[in-house]
């Protein structure tokens, strides 16, 4: 049987707005949430790009910034945190049609009505200038543009959320701006949220997917949880870089600063003709019987202001 869980460390106190989330989700100061219930947090390099998504055709990068922020309200009897964290604020998309056109697609948490997307034809080393997807900054709104088989949409909920996705046949990727929790004791500052869903069976897919996230669609019958921050104290610096669910390490996963479309790193899958799902047995993080009931397996990244409560 596998092993007891050693003891959590204590979680961020619970924020106002309750917003439920999927497992296979990243959110906040980023936690990530596994395709199997994983969970994990990651605080990333300063200003440095990583890999969400890898897979046959599509990736997905994400910068990280370093954000202090607090947790709680300031009237007379509340409690209060200051966390030195990160949150992910802007996604690059790069996805390869049917016919050999590349599409990227750039998406900024604090430009959340504009989504840029350029497109390349097969063979073209210089991309078209990149044209604006828009809607409006304040009323539910939505736009979508189709080149072959990939979709890219963008689509205002309501004032305080908007969102950027592309889909391929494989996969869906959304990328939700919103406002960090406390959100007036953090002056309406906003990060990014992450989710991937896979549009197929998981155990047809010649190539397996890989990076931060598209390794936990990893077809084993295990959540693997890996390091999480102690927010026991009043002040938090976050240091957990995924150290136990992971393969390799987080060097592994970083995109250069020059080219943050890039697919090229170690886990190579955007040009792969076949790729197997990742390696469990050398992870050494805590492992259980992986969440049974869920309706589809789905994985992301959320900020630590609202993951372990699944808040935001």
Known sequence: PPPAPP???????????????????????????????????????????????????????????????????TCERCTQKRVHGSFMKAVYFRALTETGKTVRVEYHADAPSRAQVSTSEANELIHESPADLLVSIEKPDAIEEVIDDVTVWLKRKHTREAAVAIRNGEFEVVATSRYLGWAKENEYRKRLDIGVRPLKDIATLKVAPHGLVGQTFDQDEYRIDGALDDYSADVVTTKAMGEGAIEGSAPDYEIPADDPFSWVFKYVRFNATSAPPRDTSALTGVRSQREMGLKAPSAGVEGDDAALTHTA
């Open 7 to 73: 003891a959590s460390p204590s979680p961020p106190p619970a924020s106002p707005s309750p917003s439920p989330l999927n497992p296979g989700q990243v959110t906040g100061d980023p936690h990530f949430h596994g395709a199997h219930g994983d969970t994990f947090a990651f605080r990333g390099r300063n200003n440095t790009r990583y890999v969400m998504l890898a897979a046959l055709r599509l990736q997905v990068n994400v910068l990280f910034v370093p954000v202090s922020f607090v947790m709680g309200s």
